[in-house]
């Protein structure tokens, strides 16, 4: 659905993005993370033909945006960092204004209809844009955006400013989306990212560092997976139970943490999850669990490291690619 192959941007002297590519599948929700300055709007800028490259190649579902930009264009619903509203216009004559400005052919009045009420907006059709909330304009915005039923949106920070209460909402819409659209979401919440996000691309200084699965990226930088577990019980039966467990490759103690409550680090065979049986076979013996931890980085601690100050990613040092 999407396509970037080497693509780079400067200004001037400054690489922006330098040699990147990727691609992003029919259906995917991915998530583009980096620190300010890390050529995340910069690349966005270009899939949307705001800016071109310097080099390389863009492309929405096999049309290159820099030699047919209308034509991709027409499948690209786009939610800038901060949402191109007019506030003197009622979201009404907003959206009416946005439907012809997109050429779009489908059934104007039951075509509006149905995004206002996907993103929730019915109840302020006809008021002012610059008299609704930071929440709602930013609805209106998810709402120009969906006009024409474009298969590809890309959602630059799309949060921002959000109060708690409309953080989930909007993050809740994301995701209904992505059940019909491909989605590139940009943002520095490294929860909503988690939260929403089917696979996360980590760029800093203009490149690559890390592309995976959400539910595999901090895995695959952790040097400890070990699973930490706090069990109320008999210590030395609690520790000869936990070395039966399947999958358990070895067993640390660390002794008596409150009164009759004890600390022991499992360490998994590679690529397993040892929760369940661990959790079945404590409970088995009518002990407590009283806390269970992965030792394993977040996506926190996965973020920092990939964009601290001294990282080089693989490829990208000098001399190579």
């Keep these: 659905m999407i396509e970037v192959q080497n693509l780079t941007k400067r200004y001037g002297g400054h690489v922006a993005v330098n040699n990147i590519s990727f691609k992003v599948e029919e259906g995917e929700i ?66 009416d204004f946005m439907y012809d400005l997109k050429k779009c052919k489908l059934p104007r009045r039951e075509h509006i209809a149905e995004i206002c009420k996907q993103v929730k907006i019915e109840n302020v059709y006809g008021r002012l844009i610059k008299n609704l909330s930071k929440g709602y304009k930013q609805r209106v915005g998810f709402a120009q955006a969906l006009i024409g039923n474009p298969p590809v949106l890309i959602l630059d920070e799309p949060t921002v400013g959000l109060d708690p209460k409309q953080i989930i909402e909007i993050r809740s819409l994301i995701k209904s989306l992505g059940r019909q659209h491909t989605v590139i979401l940009s943002s520095h919440i490294l929860q909503e990212i988690e939260a929403v996000c089917d696979r996360i691309i980590i760029i800093n200084k203009g490149v690559i560092v890390a592309d995976d699965k959400t539910s595999v990226l901090a895995t695959k930088y952790s040097s400890d997976r070990r699973l930490l577990v706090r069990v109320a019980g008999n210590h030395d039966e609690i520790f000869n139970l936990l070395k039966r467990v399947p999958n358990v490759v070895n067993v640390t103690s660390f002794g008596e943490k409150e009164p009759g409550i004890f600390e022991y680090a499992l360490e998994p065979a590679e690529g397993c999850d040892i929760r369940r049986d661990v959790s079945t076979r404590i409970a088995a013996r009518n002990w407590a669990i009283m806390g269970m931890k992965s030792m394993e980085m977040t996506l926190e601690d996965v973020f920092i ?17």
Excluded at 57 to 67: F, G, P, S, Y
Excluded at 306 to 321: D, F, H, I, M
């Design 30 to 95: 991915l998530g583009f993370l980096g620190p300010n300055g890390a050529g995340k709007t910069t690349t966005m800028n270009i899939l949307t033909g705001y800016i071109s490259a310097s080099s390389g190649v863009a492309k929405i579902k096999d049309i290159d945006v820099l030699e047919q930009p209308n034509l991709a264009k027409m499948n690209i619903g786009y939610l800038p960092e901060q949402p191109p509203l007019y506030l003197d216009m009622t979201v009404r004559e907003y959206l």
């Design 305 to 321: 490291a990939l964009t601290r100050e001294q990282y080089v990613p693989a490829g990208n040092k000098k001399g190579g690619r």
